[in-house]
């Protein structure tokens, strides 16, 4: 059973860092792809960042230059490092995998985290 675990979320002022971590379990591949998703309140879901196996990123423009996905050692733990965070970056954040190289598409996805939630304050 796939399993994916975000943390890190939490309340921030405008021009702090966050850092998210996911975690996943029983993933049943080798190649794959992980990304960040946000979900503000009464907007849809929308792409940040995915990292596929061989390390290659994709971004959203609105968060280029800002924020940066990594993973560690053992690839089934990626990371969301979040600089100069803006009011409109306040979301849930989900992490999700894919089998899609550096999919964009939230339908592509096909195991999702429960998400966390990061407000920024101006």
């Known amino acids: 059973q796939v399993q994916l675990a975000e943390s890190g979320g939490g309340l921030v002022q405008a021009g702090d860092s966050l850092r998210l971590s996911c975690t996943a379990s029983?993933?049943?591949?080798?190649?794959?792809?992980m990304g960040w998703f946000r979900q503000a309140s009464g907007k849809e879901r929308e792409f940040v960042a995915a990292?596929?196996?061989?390390?290659?990123?994709n971004y959203a423009d609105s968060v280029k230059g800002r924020f940066t996905i990594s993973r560690g050692a053992t690839r089934n733990t990626i990371y969301l490092q979040m600089n100069d965070l803006k009011p409109e970056d306040s979301a849930v954040y989900y992490c999700?995998?894919?089998?899609?190289?550096?999919?964009?598409?939230?339908?592509?996805?096909?195991?999702w985290g429960q998400g966390t939630q990061v407000a920024v304050s101006s």
């Open positions: 999700a995998w894919t089998q899609r190289p550096l999919s964009d598409d939230p339908s592509a996805y096909t195991y």
């Open positions: 029983g993933l049943p591949f080798s190649h794959y792809t």
């Open positions: 990292i596929f196996w061989s390390g290659s990123t």
